[in-house]
């Protein structure tokens, strides 16, 4: 079976607990995270629960155009005023430079892509973390209103440690 | 107390329970999920475990160039080979116009922003996610190596209506 016919399935199932009147569009803590899409990052490795946060998801936690637009929203349609920003140690995209990752997704897919794709490759996980630092903090949008604070998250053991940006 | 500095307590305390060989950088069902960032929806009520699929989210959950790029990054590097992408109702981003976010954030802010902001506001949910799927079924690097469909989660009732494309 699909993998969506199973989540649909589950989905069904976890409806019946689902309550509207215990969740509310604005996050509990006031806290919005900018973090990586990898399947090891979730709320409760993070230490967070549901409706604590906005979650703001991308391949390697980027502070990109449009991860920018969602912390915009998030502070000024619903009240958050603290954002983390939370990289993680074996990210995809640390293993491979910007032309190698390219070159690799060009040559499997056999063709060049519609529009020019920048993967954001790094190699060092705690600079990388201070660049999207930068990046939010030179937003004018966002830099004298929202606390903004970098971590890396170690999957090996679990942990959030700060980077001081 | 700030917080972050309750999330930190919390990931500390959770971490005693973390084994890095539980989780794996691999979606289990080799899916990946492009959705909003809103508090309501999570793994749980989703119909998903942690480990099971990638996580991309963003304002609204839409198919802008980032999600592409994970979502590439996604199937190429990491196996998956279906994409819900999942919208839902009562988004902020459908409570006012292009035009009336920017003018009210821009009042708020008291500054226009260091470069142009486009907030992917919209009206009609369903339509918006048949705008996502057009959008990433044209993508040459995924239209005919990844199953794509689309979803509305009823933030009323905790379940997700399929949309077709």
């Not at 920018?68 to 990210?91: A, K, P, Q």
Request: hydrophobic content about 40%; proline content about 4%; overall charge neutral.
């Amino acid at each position: 079976m699909p993998a969506i016919n199973r989540v649909l399935e589950a989905n069904l199932h976890n409806s019946i607990n689902y309550d509207p009147k215990d969740v509310s569009p604005r996050p509990r803590m006031q806290l919005a995270v900018l973090t990586c899409m990898d399947t090891r990052i979730s709320l409760p490795a993070l230490g967070l629960k549901v409706g604590d946060a906005h979650m703001i998801r991308n391949a390697g936690g980027i502070a990109t155009d449009d991860a920018i637009r969602s912390l915009v929203v998030s502070h000024y349609l619903l009240g958050t005023n603290e954002i983390m920003v939370i990289n993680h140690t074996d990210c995809g995209l640390m293993k491979a430079s910007e032309s190698e990752l390219h070159h690799k997704i060009e040559q499997e897919a056999g063709k060049a892509p519609n529009a020019a794709v920048h993967f954001h490759a790094f190699q060092d996980v705690d600079a990388n973390v201070r660049q999207q630092l930068r990046r939010l903090k030179s937003h004018n949008w966002l830099e004298d209103r929202v606390k903004i604070r970098g971590f890396v998250f170690e999957v090996e053991t679990g942990r959030l440690r700060e980077v001081h940006g």
